[in-house]
């Protein structure tokens, strides 16, 4: 059983480049999420996918990043000009929309992206 | 607001210590309730959940009941080990299915 799978694990770049991610979800997933995690705190929610449509955005998700998922298997996640304060832990889960309780699957995490902005 | 809240750490113990980390969440309905844990470097691990009132969630000897009255799904093991030191996240579902996580709690066992 492969699990969520996201590249690279470690990204460190200069100020104000563009960098992206990309996640891997557990096969036949229909959900895809992408949280972001600084240190010491909890994940924050980012955007969500169900199969190719991107159906949230948080507040949080500026206009400097976007994320797709065009065949609603793989995921990328990009940002633009990237700051400081986008130094983080990026994280992807992805969940099932199988089963009599759909909306109460559990979401499998993936082992995150570390970006280090210089 | 959905929000999740839970005691701050470090918590450091003995080993075979009892543990206890509490959380409450804001009552929005009755969102399923979630514990992850993190290992260092790793990503997030589903520990147990719980997704309607008085549910008990259990596993590798962690517990934890969701409690309606109190809005609180505390998380307990009656004796933990060395590898049980990481960082644990209680979570609700919030809408859209997206999770809210609290801030997390370090743990570190002494043999």
């Known amino acids: 059983d492969t699990g969520v799978s996201q590249n690279p694990r470690h990204k460190i770049t200069k100020r104000g480049q563009n960098v992206t991610f990309r996640c891997d979800p557990i096969?036949?997933?229909?959900?895809l999420y992408w949280y972001r995690q600084t240190l010491g705190q909890g994940p924050e929610f980012l955007t969500y996918?169900?199969?190719?449509?991107?159906?949230?955005k948080s507040r949080l998700l500026s206009d400097r990043f976007s994320a797709e998922r065009p065949k609603g298997s793989f995921s990328t996640l990009e940002i633009q000009r990237t700051e400081q304060g986008d130094s983080a832990m990026y994280l992807c889960?992805?969940?099932?929309?199988?089963?009599?309780?759909?909306?109460?699957?559990?979401?499998?995490f993936g082992d995150g992206t570390r970006l280090s902005i210089l | 607001g959905n929000s999740v809240t839970q005691m701050e750490g470090p918590v450091t113990l003995s080993e075979e210590a009892f543990l206890t980390i509490n959380c409450t969440y804001t009552?929005?309905?009755?969102?399923?309730l979630f514990w992850y844990v993190q290992y260092p470097g790793e990503g997030l691990q589903l520990l147990l959940k719980?997704?309607?009132?008085?549910d008990k969630g259990s596993n590798k000897g962690f517990e934890a009941t969701y409690r309606k009255e109190t809005t609180s799904f505390h998380l307990e093991k009656g004796s933990v080990q060395v590898s049980d030191s990481a960082v644990y996240f209680c979570?609700?579902?919030?809408?859209?299915?997206?999770?809210?996580f609290g801030g997390g709690t370090r743990v570190l066992v002494k043999p």
């Open positions: 889960a992805s969940s099932s929309l199988v089963g009599t309780a759909r909306d109460n699957q559990p979401q499998h």
């Open positions: 096969s036949e997933h229909n959900r």
């Open positions: 996918f169900q199969n190719e449509a991107q159906l949230e």
């Open positions: 009552a929005t309905g009755y969102p399923s």
């Open positions: 719980a997704t309607k009132a008085d």
């Open positions: 979570a609700r579902k919030a809408a859209g299915n997206k999770l809210t």
